[in-house]
């Protein structure tokens, strides 16, 4: 079994910053695309931000030149700097992993979630 573990979150004011992680841990054989996904009240879930194993990442418009997704593949950890924060920020944040979990499994991967930490932008 693979766990995702979110921290990071909490209340900032709007133009303050927060930077998320995600740790995985469990099962890993590999882990292929992480991302960041957020979810507003009221709203369907939706893509912050992806990375792949490689390093390839791809935002959201709206995020654009503010946040910057990384990751380091040696402590299976994702990482979300958020920068310039605006009320409309404030929503659930949520990280992904598709995740080979053994090497039996190989090139089969499996979708895991964290439990989500809460980002609240507000003065």
């Known amino acids: 079994q693979v766990q995702l573990v979110e921290s990071g979150g909490g209340l900032v004011q709007p133009g303050g910053s927060l930077r998320l992680s995600c740790a995985a841990s469990?099962?890993?054989?590999?882990?292929?695309?992480m991302g960041w996904y957020r979810q507003a009240p009221g709203k369907q879930r939706e893509l912050v931000a992806s990375?792949?194993?490689?390093?390839?990442?791809n935002y959201q418009d709206s995020v654009k030149g503010r946040f910057t997704i990384s990751r380091d593949n040696a402590k299976n950890t994702m990482y979300l700097q958020m920068s310039s924060l605006k009320p409309e920020d404030t929503a659930v944040y949520y990280c992904?992993?598709?995740?080979?979990?053994?090497?039996?499994?190989?090139?089969?991967?499996?979708?895991?979630w964290g439990q989500g930490t809460q980002v609240t932008v507000s003065t």
């Open positions: 992904n992993a598709r995740v080979i979990p053994t090497r039996v499994d190989f090139p089969r991967e499996y979708d895991y």
């Open positions: 469990g099962s890993i054989f590999s882990i292929n695309d």
């Open positions: 990375i792949t194993r490689g390093g390839t990442t």
